[in-house]
């Protein structure tokens, strides 16, 4: 059985797809982050409303690593 | 009508969405030829005048709409700089609101079919990014002189880690606008690039393309979410940096 096609092709998207692994870490992350904070706010409601804030900027640190391996995968696929 | 496969997986483009076309003929890009970019970018900033500045024309009390949505945003804007940066960072307002409206409508703007959304590109992220890490650091070195290297200057921490940790510091305060730019730009690539994949597929299924669409709809939804979220980290973020400036100091 022959194969055809570009080994530098194949290369690039087995690559994508192994970088796509790292968006698990990323979301684990984003979910810990948020996690934490479903469980302060339901023991301290009151207090909850002021660390909205540091939520969102928690998730965004840790999603940016996710999207950072999400872009390298976009890149390999299709910008080679 | 036969469901059509490609003969190669790759016949969607998802990325062709991001080319920059000038908009009269096909000639090259000099720095005056009016691109898609350009338009969508000019889009954004007038829906950004018609928003602030139509919205509040009549000033009346009892606000109307627009108006109503524009004291909004303007609230909320300075309630976020003035918790985070003080009342120092108060100075600085009309530039964080500047980003974050501009942001928000580029974003916004982009979420229309047919559109380009800006921000997508790491040029016009990256250039933010920079002017943000560029002025706030000038602002800290003209306002706190030395005391501003005591940003890296951990007092808090044993004094034989202290050099280990003033590298770290330095090497994660440069990262800061790489991290930053990209963010902002990943996102918004990131979910316009899903949606065209799902299209793609919506096309080559024939009656099956219900599945895709519905995923579309999903992934329309986040993304209406992650544009409005992505806007205020990047301005929550500008006002974390504004405040290590003007307060520095662990």
Known sequence: MAVEGDLVEMGALIGAGLACTGMGGAAVGVGHVVGNYLSGALRNPTAAGGQTATMFIGIAFSEALGIFSFLIALLLMYAQ | MAAEEGGSPFNIHPMDQFVIKPLFGDGE?????????????????????????????????????????????YTFVHKMVEDIAGKAGLKYFPYIMTLFMFILL??????????????????????????????????????????????????????????????????????????????????MMAGHAVIKVFAGFAGALGIGAVAPIVAIMAVYGLEMLVVVIQAYVFTILTCVYLNDALHPGH
Do not use: C
């Open chain 2, 106 to 187: 580029a974003n916004i703007v982009g979420l229309l079919p047919l559109s380009f959304t800006s921000t997508s590109h790491i040029a016009v992220t990256a250039t933010m990014a920079i002017a943000v890490f560029l002025s706030v650091t000038i602002l800290g070195i003209v306002k706190s002189g030395t005391k501003f290297l005591s940003l890296f200057w951990i007092s808090d921490a044993p004094l034989p880690l202290r050099p280990i940790l003033a590298v770290i510091e330095i090497i994660s305060y440069f990262v800061r606008p790489v991290s930053h730019s990209i963010r902002l730009a990943g996102n």
């Open chain 2, 29 to 73: 890009i000099l720095w005056y030829t009016p691109t898609n970019m350009t338009l969508w970018m000019g889009v954004a900033v007038l829906a950004v005048i018609g928003l602030l500045v139509l919205g509040t024309r009549r000033r009346a009390m009892v606000p109307s709409r627009s108006q109503s949505v524009a004291e909004e945003i």
